[in-house]
């Protein structure tokens, strides 16, 4: 075991919400051996431990952490064909702009997306119809019970809307060290969301890699959706809900909900499945746009991010636990929060 470096930090400069305490045990990993020395660390010290990437979808406690905080900043794209292996400290972005440039889609849908490339798999990133699980080849991994590294095929990752084994079933057990993705070369962009198809209609079907990325960049940004330090409605965590998806029967309970309330309803198929507008149900709930109570309230451009505007961690969390009450109370919908809460 090598020797640890550690500093001590405030936790609310590593997240894009700007919110928690302090970390005396804060260890930053440039190496997949700096990981595997500070998991061993504090493993062998009987010490808890949080793993932090671009920390765009991590809310830290008021207190502090009381352990040790892995700073997970390997840098790295191997290329080999069609194939990218890519570092779990990349900025996520970074590699989406790289592999555009290169002429490869798969992943422009995926622009403007905060965090760390680690991240993704873990949660299943997706937007504008697009979700990381259609190009991950594979996913490298140390496991904390043995502190070896392992592989899972694209199959093993057990993906599924905005999640998988690493966010659930096997959920703390794996540390991301490194993603294979697999990308077409000279490849089409597939655009399956309207919004995005909308914008890009001035281009009369006819447009570029670089295209869709302007395009979903812009939208992001005029939804405050890309972090900006200058523009405090993207302090937030993105969206801190998750869109529900209902089976036949709960739709059906959710279709006579909005019936009694005059509400047309609001959703599309997916499978034998229905998904609902997280946003949607936050409005209808009674918060609007910029809604703001104790430092802590919603973007004025977009009802799904909560922001802070001088706010703490635990306002946040009574904040959205009031919201899910409400949206609850009123259509008997549970919303489930996409953020990852560390508790001291």
């Given amino acids: 075991m090598g020797e640890i470096d550690f500093k001590c930090v405030r936790l609310s400069d590593f997240t894009t919400i700007k919110l928690g305490g302090g970390s005396d045990m804060f260890v930053e990993c440039r190496t997949d051996k700096d990981l595997l020395n500070a998991v061993s660390y504090a493993v062998g010290h009987g010490l808890p431990f949080h793993v932090l990437g671009g920390g765009s979808n991590t809310v830290?406690?008021?207190?502090?952490?009381?352990?040790?905080?892995?700073?997970?900043?390997?840098?790295?794209?191997?290329?080999?064909?069609?194939l990218f292996s890519v570092?779990?400290?990349?900025?996520?972005?970074?590699?989406?702009?790289?592999?555009?440039?290169?002429?490869?889609?798969?992943?422009?849908?995926l622009?403007?997306?905060?965090?760390?490339?680690?991240?993704?798999?873990?949660?299943?990133?997706?937007?504008?119809?697009?979700?990381?699980?259609?190009?991950?080849?594979?996913?490298k991994a140390i496991d904390v019970r043995s502190l070896k590294?392992?592989?899972?095929?694209?199959?093993?990752?057990?993906?599924?809307?905005?999640d998988s084994r690493f966010k659930s079933g096997d959920k703390n057990r794996?540390?991301?060290?490194?993603?294979?993705?697999?990308?077409?070369a000279n490849g089409i962009p597939e655009i399956k969301y309207k919004e995005l198809d909308d914008y890009l209609g001035t281009y009369h079907g006819i447009y570029s890699l670089n295209n869709v990325r302007d395009a979903v960049m812009n939208i992001?940004?005029?939804?405050?959706?890309?972090?900006?330090?200058?523009?405090g409605d993207s302090h937030s965590c993105g969206s801190f809900f998750t869109n529900p998806v209902l089976d036949s029967s709960e739709f059906e309970s959710f279709v006579s909900v909005c019936k009694s309330l005059k509400l047309e309803v609001n959703s599309y198929r997916t499978g034998d499945r229905f998904k609902i507008s997280a946003a949607?149900?936050?409005?209808?709930?009674?918060?609007?746009?910029?809604?703001?109570?104790?430092g802590i309230g919603?973007?004025?451009?977009?009802?799904?991010?909560?922001?802070?505007?001088?706010?703490?961690?635990?306002?946040?969390?009574?904040?959205?636990?009031?919201?899910?009450?409400?949206?609850?109370?009123?259509?008997?919908?549970?919303?489930?929060?996409e953020p990852v809460v560390v508790f001291g």
């Avoid at 590294?149 to 905005?162: H, K, L, P, Q, T």
């Fill in 60 to 82: 830290f406690p008021d207190e502090g952490y009381c352990g040790v905080i892995v700073y997970v900043n390997t840098k790295g794209i191997v290329k080999s064909g069609d």
């Fill in 87 to 109: 570092k779990a400290g990349e900025r996520w972005d970074d590699f989406v702009g790289y592999s555009v440039s290169l002429g490869y889609s798969g992943i422009e849908c």
């Fill in 149 to 162: 590294v392992v592989e899972f095929s694209n199959e093993e990752c057990g993906f599924s809307y905005r």
């Fill in 280 to 294: 949607w149900l936050i409005e209808k709930a009674g918060f609007e746009k910029g809604f703001t109570e104790n």
């Fill in 220 to 231: 992001r940004r005029k939804k405050s959706m890309v972090y900006d330090e200058s523009d």
């Fill in 298 to 337: 919603l973007s004025s451009k977009h009802t799904l991010a909560i922001v802070n505007r001088g706010g703490t961690a635990s306002g946040l969390i009574k904040f959205s636990e009031r919201i899910k009450e409400s949206v609850y109370d009123k259509f008997k919908v549970k919303l489930e929060r």
């Fill in 111 to 139: 622009s403007g997306i905060p965090g760390s490339v680690g991240a993704t798999p873990i949660q299943n990133v997706g937007a504008y119809g697009a979700e990381v699980s259609s190009v991950v080849e594979c996913v």
């Fill in 174 to 184: 794996f540390i991301v060290t490194e993603v294979v993705f697999r990308l077409n």
